[in-house]
T-cell receptor
């Protein structure tokens, strides 16, 4: 009963380094999302993928890229990390529009 | 002004108390309203989901939506220490691509 799985759980990067956050879901969901959560800001949408092969920008896409590798997997890449990208990153998925989101347990990223 | 306003608390209540959590919003076009519960170091999990105005009850939890006032509430009856978590309100227009979250209210229920 895995649901949405995110790796890694924790990561520390230096400014300018790159990394990819991985997300996989086993619920056969069509749509997948990447959010960031910052204190006092709530969850903000970075990118989403409405179906396999499509991706679109959300509210805060700058500095990020995504890949919908297949129906199960949706990755988030930071090409050149900045301290402003220190945050907790959540992946989510849903089967249809307006259905509730299922979240992973997050990746805690610190950029020094 | 944020699109969704939620008092971050923290809110501390004794076990057995009735808890009221609230959010206000500015976009009258929001149609779907949700409450998520987030335990420390975990992802949010859906607690309540409602469409348009009205009340919805599920066990000890009641969600209310007042679209005329642009105000939603979550009530927790007979609160338990296991209810200690951060509660996030969320709302969306027609699909989850437009979902907006409140900042979350941190609740502690003391035994």
């Amino acid at each position: 009963n895995a649901g949405v799985t995110q790796t890694p759980k924790f990561q520390v990067l230096k400014t300018g380094q790159s990394m990819t956050l991985q997300c996989a879901q086993d619920m056969n969901h069509n749509s997948m999302y990447w959010y960031r959560q910052d204190p006092g800001m709530g969850l903000r949408l970075i990118y989403y993928s409405a179906s396999e092969g499509t991706t679109d920008k959300g509210e805060v896409p700058n500095g990020y890229n995504v890949s919908r590798l297949n129906k199960r997997e949706f990755s988030l890449r930071l090409e050149s990390a900045a301290p402003s990208q220190t945050s907790v990153y959540f992946c989510a998925s849903t089967g249809t529009d307006n259905s509730p989101l299922h979240f992973g347990n997050g990746t805690r990223l610190t950029v020094t | 002004q944020k699109e969704v306003e939620q008092d971050p608390g923290p809110l501390s209540v004794p076990e057995g108390a009735i808890v009221s959590l609230n959010c206000t919003y500015s976009n009258s076009a929001f149609q779907y309203f949700m409450w998520y519960r987030q335990y420390s170091r975990k992802g949010p999990e859906l607690l309540m989901y409602t469409y348009s105005s009205g009340n919805k009850e599920d066990g000890r939890f009641t969600a209310q939506v007042d679209k005329s006032s642009k105000y939603i509430s979550l009530f927790i009856r007979d609160s338990q220490p296991s209810d200690s978590a951060t509660y996030l309100c969320a709302m969306t227009l027609y699909n989850n691509n437009d979902m907006r979250f409140g900042a979350g209210t941190r609740l502690t229920v003391k035994p």
